[in-house]
């Protein structure tokens, strides 16, 4: 089964950015459109950021001209650029795809002090 590896985040100041990375143990990201999704302390898991297959992407209001989502399509990593971070950026981020959804990996931590 594919499994899917966060890393990048960490604590930063407000106005900060973080680089997030996602690799998966298999090829499927050029297959399927893959998202970023993050979750706060005593909120729901919400999607942030999408690439589609043909590299469309998608953004939540909250983070629209902040952050970039970016793939390999021939590989097995997806990238998400996070600038002028807010405190309210803060949560665990996670990514799996869009859609025939696999496991959720473990996130990647990123919070952001005022």
């Known amino acids: 089964q594919v499994q899917l590896v966060e890393s990048g985040g960490g604590l930063v100041q407000a106005g900060g950015s973080l680089k997030l990375s996602c690799v998966a143990s298999g090829r499927i990201f050029g297959i399927y459109g893959m998202g970023w999704y993050r979750q706060a302390p005593g909120k729901q898991r919400e999607l942030v950021a999408s690439?589609?297959?043909?590299?469309?992407?998608n953004y939540a209001d909250s983070v629209k001209g902040r952050f970039t989502i970016s793939r390999d399509n021939a590989g097995n990593t997806v990238l998400l650029q996070m600038n002028s971070l807010k405190p309210e950026d803060t949560a665990v981020y996670y990514c799996?795809?869009?859609?025939?959804?696999?496991?959720w990996g473990q996130g990647t931590q990123v919070t952001v002090s005022s």
């Open positions: 690439i589609t297959t043909d590299g469309g992407t």
């Open positions: 799996n795809r869009l859609s025939y959804f696999v496991s």
